[in-house]
């Protein structure tokens, strides 16, 4: 530090210590005239008041009543604005929590109803197979008994078949004589028949004429 | 005659055999009674020398097998009487045939008949050829079949045994 650098520090010091003394004077004097001025200065606020209310009247004229309406009714349209903003993501997000909300209800009452569901089918396909294999078993007995019928039945057919063949011949037989000589016997042949037959009845027969 | 009084043993000649016969046998004699009352009415009662219709050979052989007298008006009077009787009460045989029977066979059939059976017997004729031969003979209460058919029917069992016997032989 140079002795140059020293001068200009005190020089500046002194020169605000000056200029703080010069300000308490100024103040001191400033206070020694006001007595004189308080009458004044209450004159002036009453003057200033009513300048102020003639003011005001100029101030909030019509125009700057419409003008803070407009503003009171674009900020109170913001505000509502921003509420209805506010509500809507509210309502969005209640809304997507809910839509969250019902499908996992209804995803959860889905799969419950469809395990009840498919319990039930597959009971019944259980059900259905054991009724179709008891079914099937049902038949294949019923089967078997008809066959078994069947059996008796055309092993008692058979033998019907052939009874009714030896006795159905002799008629053929019997047929066959009776077209063959039906027309061959005259009546004085049979008449030594005949007349052995009524010999040989004759008793019956007079005891029948006699009754 | 009075020996038509009493219920009459009429022989019925071998002409006569049925029912239909015997109802032309009786319009006969009507007719004759009917003619030897108007002959008796012409000559005013006196039966004297009536005129003796023709007669059919049915009826003269009935009269004079029962040698009854015509010209006698009582005798006649029973007789009719006795024949309207006999018509609807004599005794009918019905006999079936497996052919047409020839006069001289029921003749023969007849006359057996009345001698063993019925003096009075009637009979009535039938045709059915299914019975092959032999008679099916029907009285007033049974039934007796002689024909062939029976005989065959009765003896069946010979063609099942005959059958039998064959199924049974060896090949």
Redesign the interface.
Known sequence: MTIWWLTFILASLAAVFIGFIWIIVALNRLQAGGGSKKKSVSDLDKTYADMAEEEADHLFNKEFREELRNRGRLRFEKIIDENAMFLKQDMDLTISQLNDYMKQQIGAKLEGEFAIYSKGMKDAQELTLGTLQKTAEELEQQRQELSEAMKKSVTAREAGILNAF??N???I??HY??QS???Q????S??P???K??EE??K???E???? | MSEIAAPAPFVFPSALIGRADLARLLRELENLDNDLESQRARNHGNTEGYHMPNMSRALSDFLETNKIDTANDHARMELTKQLRKLKDHAPVIHMTFASEADPESLQELVTWIRSELHPQALLSVGLQPSLIGGVYVRTPNHVHDFSVRAHMKDSRKLIVEALDAVSRSPQ
Request: no cysteine.
């Open positions: 030896e006795t011949m002799a008629e037989v019997e004589v009776l000589l039906g027309e016997f005259d009546m004085k049979q008449m028949y005949i007349m037959q009524m009845h004759k019956e027969m007079t029948d004429m006699l009754l």
